[in-house]
């Protein structure tokens, strides 16, 4: 990360999660019109950033945390008081909210605790000087967001050759970070020091990220991408197409369990099967300390109407069916070859492993 590579030139390619230029919204793309359309929408109130973190306008767990750190910077910055406490009260209102609005994804919580914190921080300072800090926090956890993605992609590809064939779930490229990505960004990487590999891409029902998001990045990277059905894992893997899985992650418990989107533990219970590494790419922000175990990762259940009719012209079940909806699933941590961080990769034993990088 030294040279020719820029921190700030590479802040100014971001273009997915950002503040306007009077700080009064945050911009986002949205992600639900993608691949079709291309279009940014800025959110100013407390609901519209509820909305886009909870319909996924907005997703990654990166991406939520610095959209989540903008979003409080914005709207502490509306407040019309000059009582510190007054001011702390409706701050925690507004962090509160924002972080019923996904609760899976660490990332949420931990940027808008790390906003309180510049608060009490400031304790005893005049609100306009808090306020000021609180958008130099959110661009610095952007910053660093980009400083991660980075190292994880260094770390990431020195795990795979030139050539190699990768098999992701959901996406975790720069839509849902700040720039490369976390699963996404060793090839990303590898493609700009002339490395080529060859990806599968699973669709990941029933949101199909991995068909409008991953694929779209990696088609637009001028990556040798190929979309296949959640249920086509197996079959790729058989053939001998590949040979490493990488996947993101919105939860790590202390012990290596993983939250990822649903799916996930499917296709790890299937690369054991046959012999093929499988590696979760994230930042240390994602690795819960305080949480034990996969069995103490809370997990959001989503509408039944996103599996029957969601996409489709007309639904594809009977309304009277009830569907179960869960958005993540906990991939065990005897499944997992490796988490890759920013800080190096961890490996079984992780109850140890992943102290080390703290």
Not at 44 to 61: H, P, Q, S
Not at 167 to 177: D, I, Q, R, S, Y
Not at 231 to 249: E, L, P, R, S, T
Request: glycine share 8%; with cysteine; proline share 4%.
């Amino acid at each position: 990360m030294t040279g020719k590579w820029d921190i700030e030139k590479e802040m100014e390619k971001v273009s997915n999660v950002r503040l306007n230029e009077d700080k009064s919204a945050v911009i986002i793309i949205d992600q639900t019109k993608l691949p079709a359309s291309e279009e940014y929408i800025e959110l100013g109130t407390a609901e519209d950033m509820y909305e886009a973190i909870f319909k996924l306008k907005v997703r990654g767990a990166p991406a939520i945390g610095i959209c989540a750190a903008y979003g409080i910077a914005v709207l502490a910055g509306k407040l019309c008081t000059d009582s510190y406490e007054e001011f702390l009260a409706e701050f925690r209102r507004y962090r509160n909210y924002l972080e019923s609005s996904r609760p899976t994804a660490v990332n949420l919580s931990w940027a808008l605790r790390r906003m309180e914190r510049v608060v009490m921080d400031h304790s005893g300072v005049p609100v306009e000087e808090i306020k000021h800090a609180l958008f130099m926090e959110s661009r610095d956890i952007q910053k660093e967001d980009v400083l991660m993605c980075r190292a994880i992609s260094e770390h990431g590809l020195s795990l795979i050759k030139d050539g190699a064939g990768i098999l992701t779930h959901c996406n975790a490229g720069p839509l849902a970070t700040s720039r490369y990505g976390t699963a996404l960004g060793p090839l990303f990487l590898g493609k700009e020091k002339g490395m080529n590999f060859r990806v599968f891409s699973d669709e990941t029902r029933p949101l199909l990220q991995g068909a409008r998001l991953t694929a779209y990045e990696l088609y637009k990277g001028g990556i040798d991408v190929t979309l296949i059905c959640d249920n086509m894992a197996g079959v790729v893997m058989k053939n001998g197409w590949i040979d490493a899985c990488f996947v993101g992650c919105d939860r790590v418990a202390a012990n290596g369990d993983t939250a990822n989107k649903i799916g996930t533990s499917s296709v790890a219970v299937l690369a054991k099967h046959y012999g093929i590494p499988f590696y979760v790419l994230g930042p240390t922000s994602t690795i819960d300390m305080d949480c034990p175990t996969g069995n103490d990762i809370p997990i959001e259940l989503r509408a039944e109407e996103e599996i029957r009719a969601k996409f489709y012209k007309e639904p594809m079940a009977l309304p009277e069916i009830p569907c179960y909806n869960p958005a993540f699933d906990v991939t065990d941590h005897e499944l997992i070859s490796g988490i890759v961080t920013e800080h190096g990769i961890a490996k079984a034993p992780y109850e140890e492993s992943l102290k080390k990088l703290f």
